[in-house]
């Protein structure tokens, strides 16, 4: 089970960090990522990180969010920068491993410009 949490709403330019909270003692062996999703739209990769701490991010968000994991926490982090407008949406924490897939219900993040 995930459950995010952290969203709200910023003003354009401004920070927030959401948690992706997993129950289970294997968490460290999955992949995690990062979606973000909009109405009318389907679910984008924002970020992921693998076991090994391998990451990658959408290009959107390059130099502006930063993904990290606590494994001992069985936790995972988004840290977002500079919001912008645009970032405005539902993020869905994600974790794969083998056939096991995983979704969260979703936190909301709103930017005002």
């Known amino acids: 089970q995930l459950v995010e949490s952290g969203g709200g709403l910023v003003q354009a330019g401004g920070s927030l960090t959401l948690s992706c909270a997993a129950t289970g003692d294997r968490f460290s062996l999955y992949t995690v990522g990062w979606y973000h999703q909009v109405p009318g739209k389907e679910r984008e990769l924002v970020a992921a990180?693998?076991?090994?701490?391998?990451?990658n991010y959408a290009d959107s968000v390059k130099g502006r969010f930063t993904i990290s994991r606590d494994n001992a926490k069985n936790l995972v982090y988004l840290q977002m920068d500079s919001l912008k407008f645009e970032d405005t949406g539902v993020y869905y924490c994600?974790?794969?491993w083998g056939s096991g897939t995983f979704w969260g219900q979703g936190t909301q993040v709103t930017v005002s410009s």
């Open positions: 990180i693998t076991r090994a701490g391998s990451i």
């Open positions: 994600h974790a794969q």
